[in-house]
């Protein structure tokens, strides 16, 4: 506002607030899955048949698919910035679009296994394993979901007129995409391949 | 405006600023809703959270006079409210068991969450950060104003658990499983210590972004105030420490809906059959661990009172500089102390678990890691009497309330020591003397210390002067009446009152103790309403305060540059930062002061342009 005070200067660090603020909102995810991946260590400690068993219900090879299929999302992700940065629309929107694909394509199989599981009687209730693993899952879902909004809302925006340019906060969400992807590359061995 | 920004020697710059803030005003036909609801101005969103927690102040310390109440008078109606209430609470006006262990667990998670909390870092950061760095804003306004709001929701969802069947959470505000593990009132309260703890969390971020980002040009991490540099590491535990807990309600909450079995131990049987809808045995896919909870929750809100502490460490160092008109006593070290206590915060969370089941070895490690953070704290401590010892010490209300915020800390610190021994522990845990150390600490610590930080800042924050005299009659009372209800649950602790429990009358041996709760809840009920001077005074100093000035204590940090009622913006003038903020008695200045905004070739007519009383 008061344009004429030099109080809003250059960010002292040199990196843009946003991206200071999603760093930092980063460490704090990496708390809240911690908190998770603690209370998996100690329950499958001490229940170590039942999680075995539980780990042994769960469709890898569906897994195994969607993880490349984040990876992917990951790489492209990567590209779109670049693209940006560099000016060339058509190559940011296919990049961006792909990984959107991607994050669909994700929810769609996470959905086929959860009902899966339902219709085979497995809820979270069923034991501390499936309790934990809905719940890893899930909230893994929602950050996926929380991140496919502000994708999908670039991707239009970069179809009106006005375009879109901010690759800067291109990459800020990029942060948090690798994060979400690498939040799975975690849960992938932790959840389906130790039984 | 011109006679305002003091920076005579370039006349060009004057006009600028002008010309600036009529564009300003130009811009400025903000809608209501915009500039007093969902404003974006870090000032306003303090007061929304200072507003706020003194709503929640007056509910849950009404909950706590209702306790008093049944602790010094069991079964007599509660006066006044008592004939108000539903029968599912209270028969014949008296309070029941079920509402009793209600209460303690509302009264706690209000003062926790809903209070201190947000007022030591929703308040005081949001007020303190971008003034004292010179900045014009937060690094992010907007997920600041959602930050604020999400306590709101919180603390309505959490209190709408009164009206839901079987109430609202009373399994205390520790809220362990398995008592926790069912109801909608418990589910209730997991959803809102969710919501408050995001609203933390999305706070902690902005604060160390803005504080990393927005300094006044020349201001090096070592020229902050000490407020400043607290509120930073505090910030640095909300952003680290709250999604752990939030990761233990989420748990907990998958318990509570499913029945999953992980806090919820294999065949558990309950007296009433009623926690679990089978009656038992919820465990067939394998063992929950009650105790996994304990430590997830107590790695967050170990660490949590410090978030509470830390702010007010802070602010209580910046008032004693400036009310004892000295530097502040080994400055560095006082930084340093301040991390060292944030580190070892994180590793000392199972001396609350002594009695949980946990390997001696282990409880050791904990024991000792605890007695270690009294060396930090008391570095602190002796510093502050350092600042103070010999300085020409003036007894502002502020000043005042920030000489009782120590010498109530030292007392619980001393009384935790008590408790961090862990063969004492044993025998004092879940008695009155925890009770009588959290509320050392907590009110003695931490609320008088906020006391000292709202009025020190009223002047910026409102531009009026509070009344004075209605100040010091406020911290007399509060401190005299505080002293007279806590202390003598020291001696009640360790005669064996244990805490949270609806009529210790019960038992032969706390049938003596009868007389001495009476007379703690006498003081607690004048406690409780001495508060209302400070709200009456921060109301009608609102309208009827003398009109304050640009720096009326004669600090030197930099939101006293600012006009003594900032607006959007906050700044005036630009600041560039020449000096620490505890230069007191320097000799450059022929004042007894020299703030940190001013050109060392100009101290003499730059000071005297701000000197106190002009606006
Ligand atoms: C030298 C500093 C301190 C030490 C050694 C210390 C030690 C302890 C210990 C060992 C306990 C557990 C007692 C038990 O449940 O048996 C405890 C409880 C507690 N402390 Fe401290 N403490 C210190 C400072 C503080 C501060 C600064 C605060 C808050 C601002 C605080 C707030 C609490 C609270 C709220 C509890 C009770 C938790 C509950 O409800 O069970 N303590 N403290
Ligand atoms: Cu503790």
Known sequence: MSSALSLAHEPVTGIRHGKLGMWIFLASEVMFFSGFFTAFIILR???????????????????????????????????????????????????????????????????????????????????????????????????????????????????????YQDWERVEILGLYWHFVDLVWIFLFPVLYLIF | MAAVATTQHDHAHVATHDAAHAHDHAHHSVSFIRKYIFSTDHKTIAKQFLSTSMFFLLVGGAFALFIRWQLAYPGEPIPLVGKWLPDTLVSNGAVQPGFYTQLVTMHATIMIFFVIIPMATGAFANFCIPLMIGTDDMAMPTVNMVSFWLVPIAGLTIMSGFFVEGGTAAAGW????????????????????????????????????????????????????????ALFITSILQVLGTPVLASAVSLLFVDQVFHAGIFIPENLLTSTGGLFPNGANVGAGGGGQPVLFQHLFWFYSHPAVYIMILPIMGVVSDILATFARKAIFGYKAMVFALMAIAFLGFVVWGHHMFLSGMSPLLGTTFML????????????????????????????????????????????GLSGIFMAIGPIDVYIHDTYFIVAHIHYVLFGGALFGIFAGVYYWYPKMFGKMYNETLGKFHFFLTFITFNLCFFPMHMIGVGGHMRRIHDPYVYEFLKP???????????????????????????????????????????????????????????????????GPY??????SKRDYLPQWIRPAHVDAEQEATVVGKH
């Open chain 2, 513 to 579: 103790f009868q007389p001495i709760n009476q007379f703690i809840t006498i003081f607690a009920i004048l406690m409780g309403f001495s508060q209302l001077i400070l709200i009456f005074n921060l109301l009608w100093s609102l309208k009827f305060g003398r009109t304050a000035p640009r720096n009326p204590w004669r600090a030197n940090s930099l939101e006293w540059a600012a006009p003594a009622h900032p607006g959007h913006g906050n700044f005036d003038r630009d600041i560039t930062v020449y000096r």
């Open chain 2, 174 to 229: 520790t809220n362990y499983p398995p008592l926790s593990a069912s109801g909608t009132g418990h589910t209730l309260w997991v959803i809102g210590v969710f919501l408050v703890g995001f609203s933390s969390i999305l706070g902690g971020m902005n604060y160390l972004a803005t504080t990393l980002n927005k300094r006044a040009k020349g201001m090096r991490m070592f020229d902050m105030p000490l407020t400043v540099w």
């Open chain 1, 45 to 163: 400690n001490t229940n170590l048949p039942v999680f075995a068993h539980g780990a042994s219900e769960l469709n890898w090879p569906l897994a195994a698919l969607n993880t490349v299929n984040l990876i992917v999302s990951s790489l492209t992700m990567a590209m779109a910035i670049l693209s940006l940065e560099h000016g060339n629309k058509s190559r940011f929107q296919l990049y961006m679009g792909i990984t959107f694909l991607c994050a669909c394509g994700f929810l769609v199989i996470k959905y086929i296994e959860y009902t899966a599981k339902f219709s085979h009687g497995i809820y979270p209730g069923t034991s501390s394993f499936f309790g934990m693993y809905f719940t890893m899952t899930g909230f893994h879902a929602i950050h996926v979901i929380g991140g496919m909004i502000p994708i999908g809302w670039m991707l239009a925006k970069s179809f009106t007129k006005r375009g």
């Open chain 2, 369 to 412: 890691s605890t007695i270690v953070i009294a060396v930090p704290s008391s570095i602190k401590i002796f510093n502050w009497l350092g600042t103070i010892w010999k300085g020409n010490i003036h007894f502002a209300t502020p000043n005042l309330n920030a000489l009782g915020f120590i010498s109530t800390f030292v007392c619980g």
């Open chain 2, 583 to 588: 230069e007191f008695a320097s000799p450059q």
